[in-house]
């Protein structure tokens, strides 16, 4: 907040401390009011930036953020995992808006760390059930008809570590296994067509070229539905680190499911079994049985501002903000409550409102400096009601580790601190 | 200057129709030009459902065999090959035990391999082949696609194999150190939690989530908290953050 400061010139030194208290925000000017106002130096001054040259436009070929957003990155927590290339990272939510996760703030989630794949030296495999198995080229790919959609990405795990209880403190830990990029990519259906599918056809084995050989067992329902073979997020190349060059999007499942670097799609009668859909990404009830499959993502919301690492700065006029998604379909209503669930409001719901997507909602209110325990519910097309955390360990126990969509509460303190709790 | 020469007398080996002088150009494709003409020529131009576009080549035996590295349960993609329990555990050893621990216990955060069984619904459940998978063929595959961490699709079908055996000796499902695992008697390895999973049935069990009308005005007379993520204070600071470049 003070960093304007940080190389001062000379001439400006003795309004230093000037500069540093109206950089200090709101808590400062409240405190000032009855006091005889001060000219603001950062008015009243003529600032570098208003003075000297700023940097041409060839210093960028590619840009990047403000250096005064240095904070705004991907966060791990190196307790979750046992090495950095199997495991994962985390969405900084509490410091975006809008529904677009930019392309290098999405989370990443690897199981043999980040492939580098040349794309000319890349290779998509269709065999199995076909009549006629085909090898395809990115060249090829990029000459058959795109599409271009927009939907989120959720890890099963994301707020898998709160099944127990509140843990983690922070959105981006809780909540940040999540991100939305606008995908272009062919219909995998197109893809099939190409090769002719058997009638016997009823699933397809999905492998990624990485070190993991990532693979998983897809219904031929869903794939002829609407998952898209993604080359493209955001409008340009995919990220390494999202599977460059290319990549499985399966709208509204699980992550896992999302084959990155894809490289093979196998066609049979049966799923594979597959480690990935057994070992992992399945659920473990309290009878001591599993459900498998458990692929789409239920109605799921959360407050990204106020949060323990977005508190609240000054009383008065505030905004609240969040995020709503839906593996079904699209949101429909978004509640939010901030006295704990005693009573809730209907959220104003802002952007596009796109299938399978981030849903982005706003709650414009007053604070008077007392406690808040801020809630959000998520309603979608369908009719789910996002459950809370008590109703879902009431069918599940605590130990399914994946597809936590309960309702996250902050308690948000007089001095505005906010904290991940739960509430009865 | 001198580069361009070169990549349009490449593009010309290579057969290819320079159009545009545009990046796609400056890797010189090494793609077997397969022109899209024969099996599908007619129905292009035909307004069918889901024309062929007449895009990629018909895949070769040997690549298909190549990638095609995946076990079913049913036992189709074994490979042929034989590995013993005693086998296993040199190799073991030599090559998985400084993660996974001499007896797959895990050394540190690394997997936990083998034991746990009977403990589903403990209030903290160890999941490992033995207590929790479902099917063998899982192991085979999985050991042969990405194990070791780090140089994976370097072991023999017979060293997958004889890792398999060991892996069963274990977890208690075989006794005898003489035991061979092979493509022969590997489907009859039954492992012991593989009725205990079932198809996603949230639509039924959870049907209570559905079509509610949720409480707006006055739902609780009162509100406590019962737990706060700064008891365990686990969270990393900004400081721990990774640097952006």
């Known amino acids: ?424 | 200057m001198s580069k361009s020469p070169r990549i349009a007398l490449l593009a010309a080996a290579a057969g290819l129709v320079v159009v545009v002088a545009g990046p796609l150009f400056a890797q010189p494709a090494t793609k077997p030009q397969a022109p899209p003409k024969p099996p599908h020529a007619g129905q292009a131009q035909a307004p069918a459902a889901s024309p062929r576009l007449g895009l990629g080549r018909e895949a070769l035996p040997e690549e298909i065999k190549a990638w095609s590295i995946e076990v079913r349960p049913d036992g189709k993609g074994l490979p042929p090959g034989r590995g013993t329990v005693r086998q296993g555990d040199e190799l073991f050893q030599a090559q998985c035990a400084s993660c996974h621990g001499e007896f797959g216990q895990g050394n540190g955060r690394w997997p936990v391999l083998a034991g746990g069984q009977g403990s589903l619904k403990d209030d903290r459940p160890e999941k490992t082949i033995g207590s929790f998978w479902p099917d063998l063929s899982t192991v085979y595959d999985y050991i042969h696609r990405a194990m070791p961490f780090g140089n994976a699709q370097s072991l023999q079908p017979d060293e997958v194999y004889a890792l398999t055996a060991y892996l069963l000796y274990l977890n208690d499902i075989v006794k005898d150190e003489d035991f061979e695992l092979s493509d022969k008697n590997f489907t009859s390895v039954k492992l012991p939690n593989a009725s205990a999973f079932y198809d996603d049935d949230r639509e039924s069990t959870e049907k209570s989530f559905w079509g509610r009308q949720p409480c707006m005005k006055d739902c609780k007379r009162e509100v406590k908290i019962t737990g706060r993520a700064t008891v365990l204070d686990v969270t990393p600071d900004s400081k721990t953050a990774p640097k952006v470049d």
Request: glycine share 10%; charged share 25%.
């Open chain 1, 1 to 424: 907040m003070t960093s304007h400061a940080d190389n001062p010139a000379p001439s400006r030194r003795r309004f230093l401390g000037g500069a540093a208290l109206a950089g200090a925000g709101l808590v400062a000017a409240g405190t000032a009011r009855g006091q005889s106002p001060k000219p603001d130096p950062l008015i009243t001054d003529v600032q570098d930036w208003n003075r000297y040259l700023g940097e041409g436009v060839d210093k960028h070929p590619y840009g990047s953020p403000s250096r005064f957003e240095k904070n705004v990155v991907r966060r791990d927590v190196p307790w979750l995992t046992a090495s950095p290339e199997s495991s994962v990272n985390f969405t900084p939510l509490h410091d975006l808006d809008g529904i677009i996760t930019p392309s290098g703030l999405c989370f990443e989630r690897h199981h043999a760390g980040i492939a580098d794949i040349d794309p000319a030296s890349h290779r998509l495999m269709i065999h199995g059930l076909v009549d006629k198995p085909l090898v395809f080229t990115m060249e090829d790919i990029r000459r058959m008809p795109r599409e271009n959609r927009v939907y989120f990405l959720e890890c099963a795990a994301n707020s898998g570590m709160e099944w127990r209880g509140a843990q983690l403190n922070g959105c981006q830990f809780t909540h940040g296994m999540v991100h939305n990029v606008m995908y272009t990519g062919v219909p995998l259906g197109a893809i099939l067509a190409e090769a002719g599918l058997k009638p016997q056809a009823k699933w397809l084995m999905l492998e990624g070229a990485d070190a993991a050989g990532m693979n998983r067992s897809l219904p031929i329902e869903k794939a002829l539905d609407d998952v898209l073979i993604a080359f493209a997020m955001n409008g340009e190349a995919l990220r390494p680190e999202q599977g460059y060059p290319l990549r499985a999007v399966i709208p509204g499942w699980e992550g896992n499911l999302w084959v990155k670097w894809l490289r093979r799609i196998e066609v049979g009668d049966m799923p594979w079994m597959a480690r990935e859909e057994t070992s992992k990404y399945t659920d473990l009830l309290a009878d001591g049985r599993s459900r498998r499959f458990t692929f789409i993502m239920d109605a799921k919301s959360v407050v990204t501002n106020p949060s323990p690492q977005a508190p609240l700065k000054a009383r008065g006029r505030n905004v609240l903000s969040g995020l709503a998604w839906s593996g079904r379909g699209t949101i429909k209503r978004v509640d939010v409550t901030l006295d704990g669930g005693r009573n809730w409001q209907e959220a104003r719901i802002d952007g596009p409102v796109l299938d399978k997507s981030l849903t982005r909602f706003y709650v414009d209110f007053d604070w008077n400096g007392g406690e808040l325990l801020v809630q959000s519910r998520a309603m979608d097309s369908t009719g789910y009601v996002q459950p809370t955390k008590e109703e879902l360990r009431k069918v599940r126990g605590a130990n399914s580790i994946y597809h936590n969509n309960g309702i996250q509460t902050w308690h948000v303190k007089p001095n505005g601190e906010t904290e991940n709790v739960e509430i009865s």
